[in-house]
């Protein structure tokens, strides 16, 4: 989930760097600098989530076989 939002955020944040290059709206300097920021935080979130994540289905597989 996480990351298919970051995907969007960064679509939405490519299309709204290209727009403010020829058309330096007040709305799409906005919509840029908030989908940068945006970014920025779901990429943190989803790296922690996929830590997290990976880091308990490594614990209970090791759990389950143990060396």
Same mark, same amino acid.
Do not use: C, D, M
């Given at each position: *989930?996480?990351?298919k939002a970051n995907t969007l955020v960064q679509i939405i944040a490519i299309a709204s760097t290209l727009w403010t290059a020829f058309y330096a709206l007040p709305f799409?300097? *906005?919509? &840029?600098? *908030?989908?940068l920021i945006l970014? /920025?935080? *779901?990429?943190? /979130?989803?790296w922690f989530h996929y830590t997290? &994540?990976?880091? &308990? &289905?490594l614990g209970s597989e090791e759990s389950r076989n143990p060396v």
């Amino acid at each position: *989930l996480w990351g298919k939002a970051n995907t969007l955020v960064q679509i939405i944040a490519i299309a709204s760097t290209l727009w403010t290059a020829f058309y330096a709206l007040p709305f799409l300097v *906005l919509v &840029r600098k *908030l989908s940068l920021i945006l970014t /920025i935080a *779901l990429t943190l /979130i989803s790296w922690f989530h996929y830590t997290w &994540r990976e880091t &308990r &289905r490594l614990g209970s597989e090791e759990s389950r076989n143990p060396v």
